[in-house]
Structures are given as structure tokens and as C-alpha cells.
């Protein structure tokens, strides 16, 4: 079964950027969809951005126009860019594939600080 690790966490100001990295253990070929999700302290983990083997993607709300998601196949590594971070964007961030089977990363600490 394929492994996730994201890395690129970290602490950054507001208004700042950020790319986070996922890189897979094996082929990403075999996964229809990889998204990245997010979750901070007390509140449910949410979507941030999805995309598609074909590459069509979507977006929360909140991050539309600020975030990007891309996937690197070749690479086996999907990113998240993250412009104009806010502090509401602080949360553990999570990758995620689906395929025939289902497989979540450990995830990656970011914290915007005001």
C-alpha cells in the first residue's frame, strides 16, 4: 500500500507563502483523486483543495484565489502553494488519496502567525 508524507510545514506571517509537499511511496497513477485537508484545534477536518488524475481541481471557499494545488506525476508528489496565508489558515494539513483504496497522510503543521 502506497505511504504518504507531507512535509513543508511551518511557522510564517501573515501574508506570507508557503508550499506544501506530499510525497507518495509508490505511483500516484493509480489514484483518481489526491487532495489536500486541513484540521485546527477543535474544529472538523475540512477540504482545502482536491485534484483530479486529469487534472481539474477545486477549492474551498476560503481559499480560492490564494492557494494552488498541482500534482507532479512523474514525481509521484502532489503541492499545495499557499499565497496570502492568514491566521485562520493555521491547522495540521493533511494529504489524501483515493483510488481503490483510501490513504491519508500524517500531517504537517502550519501556523500563521498576525
Known amino acids: 500500500q502506497v505511504q504518504l508524507v507531507e512535509s513543508g510545514g511551518g511557522l510564517v506571517q501573515a501574508g506570507g507563502s508557503l508550499r506544501l509537499s506530499c510525497a507518495a511511496s509508490?505511483?500516484?497513477?493509480?489514484?483518481?483523486?489526491m487532495a489536500w485537508y486541513r484540521q485546527a484545534p477543535g474544529k472538523q477536518r475540512e477540504l482545502v483543495a482536491g485534484?483530479?488524475?486529469?487534472?481539474?481541481?477545486n477549492y474551498a471557499d476560503s481559499v480560492k484565489g490564494r492557494f494552488t494545488i498541482s500534482r507532479d506525476n512523474a514525481k509521484n508528489t502532489v503541492y499545495l502553494q499557499m499565497n496570502s496565508l492568514k491566521p485562520e489558515d493555521t491547522a495540521v494539513y493533511y494529504c489524501?488519496?483515493?483510488?481503490?483504496?483510501?490513504?491519508w497522510g500524517q500531517g504537517t503543521q502550519l501556523t500563521v502567525s498576525s
Open positions: 485534484i483530479f488524475i486529469g487534472g481539474s481541481s
Open positions: 489524501y488519496a483515493l483510488g481503490g483504496y483510501s490513504v
Open positions: 509508490g505511483s500516484i497513477f493509480s489514484f483518481n483523486r
